[in-house]
Structure formats: C-alpha cells, structure tokens
C-alpha cells in the first residue's frame, strides 16, 4: 500500500522523530517514488550506497536540521545532483519515467560535498523568507564572536559617549530610560549580566557608579547616627544627595516593609535620613534589579517576597534575558570559549524545555571555559561548573533532549 502523502501544515507540525519516520515510510514504501539517485562522483568520494546516503540523511548524520528534514518531506524529492522524483505538488505519488536507477548524465560540476554546497540544492521551491533566514544564519556563523560593536549613547536628545565593546542587548533601551532620569527595575534569571549592566550604563550617562544588595533592615540604605551622633552614611545617601546611579541589586529579596520607605525618594525626591530631609540630586537615579517581577517567589526563586505595588509604581520595568551574543563575545577570551558558550547554551534550551529546576546561566559558561583553560578536563570542569551535584537521572534526560535538538 502507497504511504499517505502528508500535507505541508501536517508535516510542519510534526516533531523531529515524526518527520523521520515519514521519511522512512516513503523511503521503504516502493509505490511512493521517494528514491534516491546520485551522480557515480558523490558515491566514489562518499563510499556510500544510494540506500546508505539517503538512510544517513534520514537519521541526521549528514549534519542537516529538522527544517530540512521537512522541506524534504514537503517536496518528496532529495535533490541532489541526478536525483529523479515525483515533482512537487502531485496527487499522487507516481515516479518520473526515468528509471530510478538509470545512469546519471555526465555532471558539469564536481559533486556537493559540503553542508553549505548540499544545501543549495535543497533551495528549490523554498521561500524568500526561508532562504533569508538560512543566509543570515551562514553569515552570524562567520562573524567572529568578539567583533567590536559601537553603541551611541543619548542624553537629553544629545550625543553624549560612543561605547566599544561587549554589551547586553537591551543596553542601549536602558540608556535611554536611565538617562532621561527615570528609575528602572531590570528581572530576569540570575547570572544574564545585570550587575556588570548597571555598571556600564553609569559610565556610559556619564554618572558615579553605587551599589547595594538585599536589605532586610532600613539603617542597611538609610545610614545611621552613633553613639557620638556622627552620622554613618551608605552607598545610597551618597548617590542621593551627590548624584549617582544607585543600582538595588536582590531588589526582589529584601523586606518589603523597608522598601516602602524608598517611595518618598523615587516619586517625591525628597527623604529623610536620620540627621535630617535631603533633596535629590538632579543626577540621581535608582536601578533596580531581580530574578522577579515583584510579586513574590516563583519554583526557580523562592527566596523572593512580594514587593508593595506603590514602589512596583516608581519603576519602569524591562527583563533583561540570557544575551547568547553577548555570551559568546565574553567567553571567546579564552581557547574553547565559544564551545562552552553553545554547549551551556543547549543544556539551558534543554532544561527549560524540560522543566528542570537547574539554573544555568552565562557564568556557567565563562567558569567552564576558564577551568577548561587553566587544564581542567572537560568532563570534571562541566560537573563543577554547570551539574553542580544533580542527579545522572536528570543528567541523562537532559543530554538526551541536547542530541535530540540537535
């Protein structure tokens, strides 16, 4: 019986394992005319059957992605050099009149042997769209992970700083939000860079650099008097009142009863520390920063407690996610620093889909690839750096999903 000839939304719905095992169907089925049929060129250089070839394309050893694997099975045809099968389209599975086997015309050109020269010929009856993506993958594939970057950086609407070198991508949106003098929260899971963020965003508008993190009792930001009455002043009593980016890290995990007191600051930029009310200076401006949006602890982040709305108010909010080319720009300091970037990068992809409670964030990445570096084998620095203890049960589905992605 003639394999069910599959229509393109079905065949774009189906998952990696599925598209495969349409394609044997066809394959194996011999009313279907899905045959394989090469040029004597590929075969010598090869060493492969017609059978070998299309059962090696099939499984994902030729080094083709699930996308491919569908425009096949959309067209019912493997078009490389010589191959004849039933054309695109038909309602029916008939083969060409020319004999699946017959002897190929003599070719004008070597034999594809590359994944890019293969991939040419699987372009036919492809997109626009598709070929753009396609090309524009093959040219973020040749651009050195650490090419230098410029980022104009505005103030008031003016020029004020051309910034070179590795930055998160929602850099310059927090410049501008930063730089008109609103206060901003960033969220996100941990380790994507919002410190370092907050960092250079000071030096790029221009303003000293201050810093506090989780806060469980007000004289922790407010200062306090002594026994002398000498007042002990903080990080943020210097910004407010001298100018500053003042960058609230763990925002998120600090007492929400003394949080509320930042309220006055940030809306009325006025406060009142323990020797008497300052006004804010006209370059004060609060970042910050979490792993929630404030309302209180998720599965990954239970430590969080849910912030007053009134303070969620003063700020203006922008997640700020794992940058994967930023990632790979700062891992490529050392030898396998790009190859730590894109296996952390597939164990994180794995994970989420998974489910699995397992951070894995770019400082994994840039741990391993300095362990990897310093002579650490591979295997040791990885366990270290990103297992971090979790069961080979969990380990092992993870891997799986990473291979199967792949």
Not at 171 to 177: D, L, S, T
Not at 377 to 404: F, N, P, Q, Y
Request: glycine share 8%; hydrophobic share 40%.
């Amino acid at each position: 019986m003639t394999t069910e000839i599959k229509s393109n939304d079905k065949i774009d719905a189906m998952n990696q394992s599925e598209v495969r095992t349409y394609l044997r169907g066809l394959h194996n089925d011999k009313e279907s005319g899905f045959t394989l049929f090469l040029n004597d060129g590929f075969y010598a250089e090869t060493g492969v059957t017609p059978d070998q070839a299309l059962r090696k394309f099939i499984n994902g050893e030729l080094g083709f992605t699930v996308k491919d694997l569908k425009e096949v099975a959309k067209a019912r045809k493997f078009p490389l050099a010589g191959m004849v099968l039933p054309a695109v389209g038909g309602s029916t599975p008939k083969a060409d009149t020319k004999p699946a086997h017959a002897p190929s015309p003599a070719p004008t050109k070597p034999a594809p042997t590359t994944r890019e020269d293969i991939l040419k010929t699987l372009l036919e009856g492809v997109s626009r769209a598709e070929v753009e993506d396609i090309c524009n993958q093959i040219v973020q594939d040749r651009i050195p992970a650490g090419l230098p970057e410029k980022k104009i950086i505005l103030k008031d609407g003016k020029k004020i700083k051309e910034i070179t070198g590795a930055t998160h991508r929602v850099f310059e949106k927090a410049a501008v939000i930063l730089g008109s003098g609103e206060d901003l929260y960033f969220y996100g899971p941990a380790g994507t860079g919002k410190t370092e963020l907050g960092r250079q965003l000071a030096d790029a508008i221009g303003l000293d650099f201050y810093f506090t993190s989780k806060i469980s009792a007000e004289h922790h930001f407010l200062g306090y008097q002594d026994a002398k009455g000498e007042y002990k002043e903080t990080a943020f009593f210097k910004a407010f009142t001298k100018g500053g980016l003042f960058l609230f890290d763990e925002l998120d995990a600090s007492n929400p009863n003394v949080l509320t007191r930042l309220n006055a600051a940030l809306s009325n930029r006025v406060f009142d520390f323990p020797h008497g009310n300052f006004k804010a200076h006209k370059d004060f401006v609060c970042l910050g920063a979490g792993n929630t949006d404030m309302k209180g602890a998720t599965r990954e982040y239970n430590g969080r407690q849910q912030q007053d709305s009134a303070l969620s108010d003063r700020f203006i909010f922008l997640a700020v996610d794992y940058d994967q080319k930023l990632e790979l720009q700062l891992a490529s300091q050392w030898k396998e620093g790009e190859k730590a970037a894109k296996r952390v990068q597939s164990i994180r992809a794995a994970v989420k889909k998974l489910k699995i409670r397992l951070t894995v964030s770019m400082r994994a990445t840039l741990k391993l690839a300095k362990l990897v570096e310093l002579g650490m084998l591979w295997a040791s620095a990885e366990e270290a750096t990103v297992w971090k203890g979790l069961d080979s049960e969990t380990i092992r589905k993870i891997e799986a999903e990473v291979k199967a992605s792949n």
